[in-house]
């Protein structure tokens, strides 16, 4: 049986984006961020970021210490009693002195490649999924996988809610902080499962 999903972004979802942190040590997780991702992981959800790393490609981060990143932000949620199915990044920036970079890829959000290759890996359902960011490519990207958007207000939400609205693009929901997002989910997936009761009975 497929999965769902929650999505993440990283950078001002989970912690504070403070640009192209090339150290666990700039990494600054939101103290509710824990919260958050626990439930995630109670409600028998998958909790998955996906993350633009152009700094990569950019030469501000080898992709070596990106994955050290990863691995303490795991470490740290795991103290907390929560966990990432998978985290997801995209390395790549056009305009990369380093060839293995330079490209026009699929798997730089808002496009879809992220989500495809976790649905591959994780047996996902994405179309009845979740993705939660701050920034307008994030909420693009959860409409081209079919997901349901939610934007944050944490990083660039005020920046990215005034440059949906004059695109006409409302969001799914649109939450304080990442724990208001889930909880706001977890809500529609009681109302799903209750729906889906009334049915069977």
């Not at 995209?90 to 490649?113: A, D, I, M, V």
């Not at 994780?122 to 079919?146: A, H, Q, T, W």
């Not at 005020?158 to 939450?175: C, F, V």
Request: charged fraction near 25%; charge should be positive.
């Amino acid at each position: 049986m497929k999965k769902r999903v929650v999505f993440l972004d990283r950078d001002g979802t989970i912690n504070r984006d403070v640009g192209y942190p090339n150290s666990y040590k700039l990494i600054e997780i939101f103290p509710y961020s824990f919260e958050a991702v626990r439930k995630i992981n109670e409600a028998g959800l998958l909790a998955v970021i996906v993350t633009n790393q152009s700094g990569v490609g950019r030469g501000l981060i080898v992709e070596e210490n990106l994955k050290d990143i990863h691995r303490k932000l795991k470490a740290a949620f795991a103290k907390h009693k929560a966990h990432f199915d998978g985290i997801y990044y995209c390395p790549h920036y056009l305009f990369s002195s380093t060839t293995e970079y330079r490209k026009n890829c699929s798997c730089r959000k808002p496009f879809p490649g992220m989500a495809l290759q976790a649905a591959t890996d994780l047996n996902l359902d994405i179309k009845k999924s979740y993705m939660v960011g701050d920034k307008v490519d994030d909420i693009l990207f959860g409409l081209n996988i079919n997901a349901q958007p939610i934007l944050v207000l944490t990083g660039f939400g005020l920046e990215s809610l005034a440059k949906l609205k004059e695109r006409g693009i409302s969001p799914a929901y649109i939450a304080s902080n990442l724990l208001d997002a889930v909880n706001w989910i977890l809500q529609k997936e009681k109302q799903e499962n209750y729906s889906t009761d009334k049915k069977s009975s």
